[in-house]
């Protein structure tokens, strides 16, 4: 019975919500690196491409993708004042050990952490690494789950796009 | 005959809105979800000890979905086992929609009614949480607020029971937590280095008492503080939590308190990371069902104070998991890099990782008082017993040759107390070497090869392992990999087995298949503190996520 309201109340939703290209990022509130609490409605690169990366100290592609990001984070800056959001889901278990990480590599990312998982949650992430990609008017356009050497060349072009004013094909 | 006439409400009602939203041209709102789904085939192999598995195939699968309009949100999920895969627990038996709920945002109070997940602090008095690898869930079913009074007070509550497979625990499980951001609060201090941030958490169980034999507490209350303190590049977190006598099937139905606390300090700079950490705890099991054991109906989340490891044979073989009848760590964490152009570092410079973790058993005094009052033993904060549960010290250096090639070499030593453990086969503690090299080739922009050989070396349990594992990928899209693991230091000469597997898999925006053939070893997989065992197993292994 229990099961029927609720398959009647999504079937509502799913037939109301017109069909969206674009998808905005939920809100929610997690922490910075200074334990803050950092509502994610606030994420915005004024106007410019933003990608928001989820990881954790425990994932080896997820900070292969991000070294190799940081290699090039200079030049993506430069070229298209892209900013990356690196969102941690790390636990109680490594969630200390997240800052001394992230300067230990010196990176220039903003770093958030979602220790239970939120936001991981809101955005409807299964794995880790999961990176999507965000245009000027905060609206997800893109995203890509896991990482192999040589898949932030794809990103990069999308943020390119992104910020010559271009609109990105799914 | 009713869901039909909930169905046809629904549809109409779905009209309407629809009709309502063309008119207005605007938005009704947006849906999202995600999608998992692992099938397994399972093949005869008994030399490996694979269990026959009489259904043949395994799938766990789920869909989540999410819909919010502005400050609503709805979410569920629906979750099918049929039948839950190896290695899961079988209370994991057929479908529902355990996770519903649906949520509103005022400026200042957020209203739950339904499921949700949920921490205090660190977790170390009250965390509601969701591994769905490990098949944990103990997901509230209840009500939660939580709100910000002036600036810089943030508090919560929630009431509920907890999820235990298709069903909910016996015992309620009551909360609230408050924060003080002292920098938000005095606008004096809001540019200040120094940052203080302030917590404390109440949480009680209420659970009937159902044995025949004492006379149990039914309501349990555990109250705890943390602190923040950041300066400059140095910051300290600790907490603390007490709880009142439990007297459970962890703990033997001893009427001892209970108590933990973590601290946590840590100095970084650009180019250099240290954290140091220790933690006590002493009888600090908490369910909300004191007859449950394993992973289950946990209140308190106690992860281990070790490095989560990720090559095979360093993080499945041999893991550490907290005890939370008792036991005191410590773990040491420090990562820097060698300048770029010198000799030492290489001319990308060269990162290094240093880690080292212990844990002993405490040093307590047993009180011979099981028919008075059933205190069980004595101990002090901090003071650690002579029994060693675990040690693991590990290097990690990691460095680019040129444009093409980079090198990792990871050296690992544990000593791993299987006695306490008891996720290995054999009994003894265990001395243990592991040494990994990982070589990645990049051929060009989109093709690349990693290697990695590794080698675990061990007079105990099941001898020496040795691991090959090549991995193709074709950025953006495409992998293929193929492992051998071998243990061929088993002492027993027909145990001397190879563990082949081939593995590909295609990905494309928030979609990933991938399917796998062969051998899979029996391990020990971890998340967080809590372990899964996984059986040995053969066949084909089909997985499927999507995020929309």
Redesign the interface.
């Known amino acids: 019975m229990n099961k029927a309201i609720i398959f009647s109340l999504f079937l509502l939703f799913t037939i109301g919500v017109k069909a969206q290209d674009a998808r905005s990022i939920p809100e929610v509130e997690i922490k910075d690196l200074y334990g803050n609490v950092f509502n994610t409605a606030n994420l915005s690169n004024d106007g410019k491409p933003m990608v928001i990366s989820f990881w954790a100290t425990w994932c080896s592609p997820c900070k292969r993708e991000l070294n190799n990001i940081a290699e090039e984070y200079i030049d993506w800056q430069d070229e298209t004042g892209v900013k990356i959001v690196a969102v941690s889901i790390d636990d109680a278990r490594n969630m200390q050990k997240v800052k001394p990480y992230v300067d230990g590599q010196a990176w220039e990312y903003e770093v958030l952490l979602d220790p239970n998982g939120d936001f991981k949650r809101l955005m409807n992430v299964n794995n880790v690494p999961h990176t999507f990609l965000v245009d000027g008017n905060g609206q997800i356009v893109w995203q890509h789950n896991s990482y192999s050497e040589g898949d932030e060349y794809e990103l990069y072009e999308l943020v390119q796009k992104l910020a010559a004013g271009e609109s990105i094909e799914h | 005959m009713?869901?039909l006439k909930?169905?046809l409400?629904?549809?109409f009602?779905?009209?309407f809105?629809?009709l309502k939203?063309q008119e207005e041209q605007k938005?009704?709102?947006?849906?999202?979800?995600?999608?998992?789904m692992t099938t397994q085939f399972y093949s005869i192999d008994t030399v490996i000890g694979a269990p026959i598995v009489p259904e043949k195939l395994l799938m766990n699968g789920f869909l989540?979905?999410?819909?919010?309009k502005d400050r609503f949100?709805?979410g569920?999920r629906y979750e099918a086992y049929h039948n839950v895969l190896q290695g899961f627990d079988p209370g994991y038996a057929g479908t529902?929609?355990p996770f519903?709920y649906a949520s509103y945002?005022g400026d200042r109070m957020e209203i739950t009614a339904g499921n949700f997940?949920?921490?205090f602090g660190?977790?170390?008095i009250f965390?509601s949480?969701?591994e769905r690898?490990l098949g944990v869930d103990n997901a509230m079913e209840g009500i939660r607020v939580?709100g910000k009074i002036g600036n810089g007070l943030?508090v919560k509550g929630v009431i509920g029971r907890q999820r235990i497979f298709f069903a909910q625990s016996p015992g309620i499980v009551r909360g609230a937590d408050a924060?003080l951001?002292i920098n938000?609060t005095f606008p004096s201090l809001s540019e200040s280095k120094t940052?203080l941030?302030l917590g404390t958490s109440f949480v009680s169980k209420y659970q009937q008492d159902d044995n025949v034999t004492y006379i149990l507490p039914e309501n349990v209350a555990a109250g705890g503080g943390r602190l923040?303190l950041?300066r400059g590049?140095f910051?300290i977190?600790s907490e603390y939590v007490y709880k009142a006598n439990d007297p459970s099937a962890d703990n033997g139905f001893i009427y001892k308190p209970g108590q933990a606390i973590?601290l946590?300090t840590?100095?970084?700079?650009?180019?250099?990371?240290?954290?140091l950490?220790a933690k006590h705890i002493d009888n600090m099991s908490f369910r909300s069902d004191r007859n449950e054991n394993i992973n289950n109906l946990l209140i308190t989340?106690l992860?281990?104070?070790t490095k989560?490891?990720?090559y095979n044979l360093a993080a499945t073989l041999y893991p550490y998991a907290t005890q939370p009848n008792g036991e005191v760590g410590f773990q040491a964490?420090?990562?820097?890099?060698l300048k770029r152009g010198t000799w030492y570092g290489g001319k990308y410079g060269t990162?290094v990782?240093v880690n080292f973790a212990a844990a002993n058993g405490l040093d307590s005094t047993k009180i011979n008082d099981d028919f008075t009052d059933r205190q069980g033993y004595k101990t002090n904060l901090f003071s650690a017993g002579e029994e060693v549960y675990f040690r693991d010290f590990n290097v990690e250096v990691t460095r680019k040759i040129n444009k093409s090639l980079k090198l990792k070499a990871s050296y690992f030593n544990f000593v791993f107390n299987n006695d306490v453990m008891k996720l290995a086969g054999s009994p003894g503690t265990f001395f243990v070497d592991i040494a990994v090299l990982d070589v990645?080739y990049?051929f060009n922009?989109?093709?690349?090869l990693?290697t990695e050989v590794q080698g675990l070396w061990t007079q105990q349990d099941q001898g020496n392992w040795a691991t090959f594992l090549m991995e193709y990928?074709?950025?953006?899209h495409?992998?293929f990999s193929f492992m051998d693991q071998y243990n061929y230091g088993n002492p027993i000469n027909s145990r001397r087995l190879h563990y082949p597997i081939f593995s590909t898999?295609y990905?494309s925006?928030?979609?990933?298949i991938s399917v796998s053939y062969g051998r899979q070893r029996a391990g020990i997989f971890c998340v967080?503190?809590v372990c899964r065992t996984v059986p040995a197993s053969n066949g084909v292994t089909l997985s499927i996520?999507?995020?929309?």
């Not at chain 2, 840590?266 to 954290?275: A, E, I, P, V």
């Not at chain 2, 922009?445 to 690349?448: I, K, L």
């Not at chain 2, 996520?545 to 929309?548: A, K, L």
Request: aromatic share 16%; charged share 15%.
């Open positions: 009713k869901s909930f169905l409400a629904a549809v009602c779905s009209q809105f629809f939203a938005s009704v709102g947006e849906i999202h979800g995600n999608f998992d989540n979905l999410i819909y919010t949100t709805a569920l529902g929609i519903r945002r997940y949920e921490q660190s977790g170390l965390r949480y969701e690898g939580k943030y924060e951001n938000e940052k941030i923040n950041i590049n910051s977190f973590f946590s840590s100095y970084s700079t650009k180019g250099f990371g240290l954290n950490s989340y992860p281990a104070l989560q490891h990720t964490d420090m990562t820097f890099r990162s990782l990645l990049k922009r989109t093709n690349s990693r990928t074709l950025a953006p495409w992998f898999g990905n925006g928030g979609n990933r967080g503190g996520t999507s995020s929309f």
